[in-house]
């Protein structure tokens, strides 16, 4: 009977999450001419970026977000800091919350610390969220370990998240169950293997990592999920905002888009993005998403 009361309730919170989704603005940052040579990421062997290409790619991406109804404000780029075009990994926003989250410094690396004040103005003078730091430098926490299924939060352990940034996390959103689970290599981040592809449905690589880590999630009790499998862990990263799926094109992952073209059955977007992946980022760490309209609910934290 319990197992049934938890089926029931994941099934309600499906239904009340549905809008979850749901996004008035998007940030963005305008790419560094430094990030073709100078990162916290490490370059891909036997690859170069094409700082012109990928501007253009990251044009595009801003006139795709447009497309889909999201006010998109876009960060001047700062040659110091030239990760800041991941600004999905310098805040966590759910509904009206945004915590800043706490980079972690990486020997003979770029600081990412620098980004953080362009983004919590926006955030809290153009936006008027909450805002919310994270309480002790000691806890390290970035974006893409985060992942906010719209009733529930994950948080990634991997060279970049700590146990003390996770329950940063747990804090910061007391009202949805968190669960801390490991990220296992090759991985930096979460979000590099397993992202929310639609209410209830999350995309996975089929990688030995992405394999393991999905497994930590579904031995943390978690139900009520539908599962898209996907060769190529690049293909796992998504964005789904508004109704409507963005992914990387077929060039990049064309199994993954053959995958999404038969399972998939509203609207999707394919965003080519090479250049900037060349450093390790991923589609979703473009981009930070916000909705402004809370929805309250009374859930108990709880760390696994």
């Given at each position: 009977?319990?197992?049934?009361?938890?089926?029931?309730?994941?099934?309600?919170?499906?239904?009340?999450?549905?809008?979850?989704?749901?996004?008035?603005?998007a940030?963005?940052?305008?790419?560094?001419?430094?990030?073709?040579?100078?990162?916290?990421?490490?370059?891909?062997?036997?690859?170069v970026?094409?700082?012109?290409?990928?501007?253009?790619?990251?044009?595009?991406?801003?006139?795709?977000?447009?497309?889909?109804?999201?006010?998109?404000?876009?960060?001047?780029?700062?040659?110091?800091?030239?990760?800041?075009?991941?600004?999905?990994d310098?805040?966590?926003?759910?509904?009206?919350?945004?915590?800043?989250?706490?980079?972690?410094?990486?020997?003979?690396?770029?600081?990412?610390?620098?980004?953080?004040?362009?983004?919590?103005?926006?955030?809290?003078?153009?936006?008027?969220?909450?805002i919310v730091?994270?309480?002790?430098?000691?806890?390290?926490?970035?974006?893409?370990?985060?992942?906010?299924?719209?009733?529930?939060?994950?948080?990634?352990?991997?060279?970049?998240?700590?146990?003390?940034?996770a329950?940063?996390?747990?804090?910061?959103?007391?009202?949805?169950?968190?669960?801390?689970?490991?990220?296992?290599?090759?991985?930096?981040h979460?979000k590099d293997?397993?992202?929310?592809?639609?209410?209830e449905?999350?995309?996975?690589?089929?990688?030995?990592?992405?394999?393991?880590?999905?497994?930590?999630?579904?031995?943390?009790?978690?139900?009520?999920?539908?599962y898209?499998?996907?060769?190529?862990?690049?293909?796992a990263?998504?964005?789904?905002?508004?109704?409507?799926?963005?992914?990387?094109?077929?060039?990049?992952i064309?199994?993954?888009?053959?995958?999404?073209?038969?399972?998939?059955?509203?609207a999707?977007?394919?965003?080519?993005?090479?250049?900037?992946?060349?450093?390790?980022?991923?589609?979703?760490?473009?981009?930070?998403?916000v909705?402004?309209?809370?929805?309250p609910?009374?859930?108990?934290?709880?760390?696994?």
């Amino acid at each position: 009977m319990a197992g049934s009361g938890a089926a029931a309730g994941a099934a309600a919170a499906a239904a009340a999450g549905s809008d979850c989704f749901k996004f008035n603005f998007a940030l963005v940052s305008r790419i560094a001419s430094s990030f073709a040579s100078s990162s916290s990421f490490d370059l891909r062997p036997g690859h170069v970026v094409n700082i012109e290409k990928a501007r253009k790619e990251h044009e595009d991406l801003v006139e795709a977000l447009r497309r889909i109804g999201l006010d998109v404000i876009e960060l001047p780029s700062d040659e110091k800091h030239p990760d800041g075009l991941f600004v999905g990994d310098i805040a966590i926003v759910i509904h009206g919350t945004a915590l800043i989250c706490n980079p972690p410094t990486i020997k003979d690396k770029p600081s990412r610390q620098g980004e953080l004040a362009v983004v919590r103005q926006v955030l809290r003078k153009e936006l008027g969220l909450k805002i919310v730091e994270v309480d002790t430098e000691k806890a390290v926490i970035e974006g893409g370990d985060v992942l906010w299924t719209g009733r529930e939060i994950f948080v990634g352990l991997s060279s970049r998240s700590n146990m003390l940034g996770a329950q940063a996390v747990a804090k910061a959103f007391p009202e949805y169950s968190t669960t801390i689970v490991k990220v296992y290599p090759p991985a930096v981040h979460l979000k590099d293997y397993i992202t929310m592809a639609g209410p209830e449905v999350m995309a996975i690589g089929k990688s030995d990592g992405a394999q393991n880590t999905f497994r930590e999630i579904k031995n943390s009790g978690a139900i009520g999920y539908k599962y898209i499998s996907v060769d190529e862990d690049e293909a796992a990263n998504v964005v789904y905002a508004n109704y409507t799926l963005l992914h990387l094109g077929h060039e990049q992952i064309p199994k993954g888009s053959a995958v999404f073209l038969n399972k998939i059955d509203y609207a999707r977007v394919a965003i080519s993005m090479e250049e900037p992946l060349k450093r390790g980022g991923r589609l979703g760490s473009c981009i930070l998403l916000v909705n402004r309209v809370r929805h309250p609910k009374r859930i108990p934290t709880t760390i696994q």
